[in-house]
């Protein structure tokens, strides 16, 4: 369920009107729902009550701060990849005993930042990662809590740039190693093995490959329990699948029915890293159509966002579904392909879709954009970065400025050969 609906002809976000926001605010834009976002995140929290848990948002999905906060209050806490990320938690507000920090390749400075702010643990991927965060808890004088991250070689069915639980990826350590891992892990003066992660990829729309994994992990934890490995954390990562077009993915509470007796079973305290379910479908990009044409019979609807505000069409060949912010009732439907303003010809928001005939000047919404939307935006092209809008109830809050050209040139220098 989201809070973007039709009242008459006129999208809404909960009770704003999508084109009111628009005319204010001009487009393109990110519009999020704060009912939606908070829906979520308690639907998943409590789809996993009656175990010791911890929902950790995982923020690559959606770092704005003020989104960020929402997940705060209620209660969560989060997954960080990077010393950014980490920076962006603690400036909303996060308690650091409930933050998790994985990813290849932390660098010492993000290691320290991280120990200093006194996080819940590292997941870790490598072994050379134990020896670098053992140096830097010995130079601050403490012990750091990790867990180690496992690969259990488990297809998740999903598209292969973001599937993460095959040997072949570059992700955590292979099953095969994880006892020698945990064995050095061990050794170290100054870490404190506390746990084991996994995570298998995103968009997962199955039950089986969770519970594929776990069972793999369980197993194993057994294994480091008898070699005296005290597991107190089990880390089973996000990944859960949000509909985009036709898919089915699970809700939480199936997920949950499945998963819980299992994880009941390992005396764990759970931690979860949902990001794409909690925030998907809770935002939209508005964008405005500033051509149209025809082109050897094709029809192109050129709009004001492109490539760089919401990369997944041309990344990962993603659907989203594109509704008009005005819906027309005798408008005709055409097939066309909607693109941006960016020199790509990868540059697509929609490929032969049958769309109402969007007139120049018309709005339309690209739905399910809340998750590795905004996240994954950049400057190319040198476009500026476009606002964020959090819609609550019958009123809306800039999150994010529209950048503007300054911004763009912002820390670049001419050296003075060159004046
Ligand atoms: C990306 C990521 C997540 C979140 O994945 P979703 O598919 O958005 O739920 C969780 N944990 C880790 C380690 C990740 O890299």
């Not at 050897?296 to 990369?311: H, P, Q, R, T, Y």
């Not at 996240?375 to 609550?392: D, F």
Request: include cysteine.
């Amino acid at each position: 369920m989201n809070d973007f609906q039709y009242k008459g002809s006129d999208l809404y976000c909960e009770d704003v009107s999508v084109k009111d926001i628009a005319k204010f605010i001009g487009t393109p834009f990110y519009l999020y729902s704060y009912n939606t976002l908070k829906n979520h995140f308690r639907v998943f929290n409590s789809a996993f009550e009656g175990i010791p848990h911890l929902v950790c948002f995982a923020i690559k999905a959606n770092s704005n701060i003020a989104i960020l906060k929402i997940f705060a209050g209620e209660g969560g806490g989060f997954d960080v990849v990077s010393g950014g990320e980490l920076y962006r938690a603690l400036a909303a507000g996060a308690d650091p005993q409930k933050i998790v920090y994985a990813g290849v390749g932390k660098t010492k400075e993000e290691i320290r930042f991280a120990i200093k702010s006194n996080i819940l643990m590292f997941n870790v991927e490598s072994s050379q990662e134990l020896f670098a965060i053992d140096e830097v808890a010995d130079e601050l004088g403490v012990k750091a809590w990790v867990s180690l991250r496992v690969n259990p070689d488990i297809d998740a069915k999903t598209h292969p740039y973001i599937s993460t639980g095959l040997k072949s990826h570059k992700f955590g350590i292979s099953m095969s190693e994880a006892l020698e891992g945990y064995k050095l892990a061990n050794s170290l003066g100054n870490i404190e093995v506390v746990g084991i992660h996994k995570h298998i990829g995103s968009q997962i729309t199955q039950v089986r490959p969770f519970v594929d994994a776990l069972e793999k992990i369980v197993a194993l934890i057994d294994q480091l329990r008898v070699e005296g490995l005290n597991i107190r954390y089990l880390d089973i990562g996000g990944g859960l699948g949000i509909t985009y077009k036709d898919e089915s993915p699970p809700n939480p509470k199936e997920l949950a029915a499945e998963l819980s007796p299992i994880l009941k079973g390992t005396n764990c305290t759970i931690i979860f890293e949902p990001g794409r379910v909690i925030v998907g479908n809770a935002g939209a990009l508005v964008t405005k159509v500033l051509y149209t044409k025809q082109s050897e019979g094709k029809n192109f609807v050129i709009v004001d966002a492109g490539m760089n505000d919401l990369v997944r069409p041309s990344f990962y060949g993603s659907y989203h579904s594109i509704l008009p912010v005005n819906k027309n009732s005798d408008s005709h439907k055409i097939v066309a392909d909607v693109v941006g303003p960016i020199c790509e010809s990868g540059d697509f928001l929609a490929k032969d879709r049958v769309l109402p005939d969007l007139k120049k000047d018309a709005i339309a919404a690209v739905m399910s954009a809340g998750a590795y939307g905004f996240t994954m935006s950049s400057n190319y092209n040198s476009r500026p970065r476009v606002p964020e809008i959090l819609v609550k109830g019958d009123e809306f809050f800039v999150i994010r400025k529209r950048e503007n050209y300054e911004d763009l040139v912002k820390g670049e220098e001419i050296p003075a050969f060159l004046k």
